[in-house]
């Protein structure tokens, strides 16, 4: 079982596709690539976590078209940590959970990471190495060395693993706040 990270698919919502550079044609279109992408990565037994905005729109007010979307999503278990665009049609779908905040094993060492839509400054376990994965800001900024964007803006579309964000955390600026908040931590 893989545990895999997306944000900010705004199924649905024509005007993130101006809004924030997307490749595509319309909402349809965008709609089936990311599914797509989905499902050329996460297995049958995985995890699929949705770490905010799944729909957004006037689409994302219709209950119908909610279901037939997340009817499409892979994976064994869905969980949504909700985002600021993540309205109670989204919140009636029958996701395995919904939170504000999730913390997730995972990784080599098994040890529990914070998702939360909103980047944070620090979290649970941050002094002892635990990434902060978020989403919200699009593809404005990839994160920190140790809080990494998981949305779709900055990934090609695509769900990505633990190991790939603690590979992109390794290549990007140390958090500019970190000695602010955690004095005394192991620097990230």
């Known amino acids: 079982m893989t545990n895999w990270y997306t944000a900010d698919t705004h199924f649905g919502h024509e005007n993130v596709i101006a809004l924030c550079g997307r490749p595509f044609r319309n909402a349809g279109h965008m ?28 689409k994302a007010k219709e209950a119908n078209y909610l279901e037939a979307i997340f009817g499409q999503l892979p994976g064994a278990r869905k969980h949504l940590v909700i985002g600021n665009h993540d309205l ?42 635990a990434l ?11 994160g920190s060395r140790n809080s990494v964007n998981a949305g779709v803006d900055v990934w090609d579309f695509m769900p ?9 955390a390794k ?16 620097e990230f």
């Open 31 to 58: 709609d089936t690539v990311l599914i797509e992408n989905l499902w050329s990565r996460v297995r049958p037994e995985d995890d699929l976590w949705i770490i905010g905005d799944f729909a957004f729109g006037p």
């Open 160 to 168: 990505v693993r633990f190991e790939d964000i603690a590979r992109r």
């Open 88 to 129: 109670e049609p989204t919140l009636a779908l029958p996701w395995d959970s919904i939170s504000h905040m999730a913390e997730v094993k995972d990784g080599p060492d098994n040890q529990a990471h914070t998702l939360c839509h909103y980047p944070m400054i620090t979290w649970n376990r941050a002094r002892r190495g």
């Open 132 to 142: 902060q994965i978020f989403g919200h800001v699009h593809g404005q900024w990839k």
């Open 171 to 186: 290549t990007l600026p140390v958090n500019r706040h970190w000695a602010d908040v955690e004095h005394n931590a192991k």
